[in-house]
């Protein structure tokens, strides 16, 4: 469902950042939907056309890790002075406000939501990414359909797999149906363990999750045996 700009982890210049888009109508409006705008994605969604006839933007963003966040500043810049669009950016706390101010971005620039109220049903969960810094990932609907979008986590919140299998009563008509997960094939404290990954999920319930943000080529061969789906730039 989701298109991606790039899948790479920090350090995977070839892959580049981590970050997907999706496009739809909203009331008679084109919007443009970002999940992270890191390093090298503002240049990538200008060489793609990628806002091309965009009435309106919204960026999720997961954690302010600059293989994130990095290239958000001149997106913003970028949509004021050239397009006249002031994006909508989904953060549930204020620290993208202290962001923005550090790196010169005005208020009147931008317009951040905590809740999403008004624009998407998201519901964030709190990660443990390794870090003293505020890391989520999200369950949100978009068209109808419940996506996943983990965001960098080392765990996947048990809240969040029963919404995925059915069994939580808010979404047991409509359980997640794209699931789009962080990996990495290192054991660390910052990201999920490929072979951890497995021990959670079915054979079955592997062909429902996408994975992202690889370190290499070797993580998604073995995501790939796994029976996992992997991430692609379109
Ligand atoms: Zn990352
Ligand atoms: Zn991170």
Redesign the pocket.
Known sequence: MLKFIGTGS?FNYKMGNNSAYYIHNVNGKKRFILFDCGEDVFHKILNNNLLNEIDEVFVVIT?L?S??VGSLPSFVFYLHFVLNIKPVIYFPCDDINIFFKLVGIKKELYLHTKDSKGYYDITPFKHN?G?ELN?FGYVLNLDGNLIYYS??TKTIDEKVLDIFRGKDTKYVNTPIKYFYQDVTKYVND?HMNIHNLAKIFSKEERKRVTLMHFDDEEVIKIAEEYGFNIAEKK
């Open positions: 920090c954690h890790h293989d994130h990414h870090y890391s965001g960098d910052a």
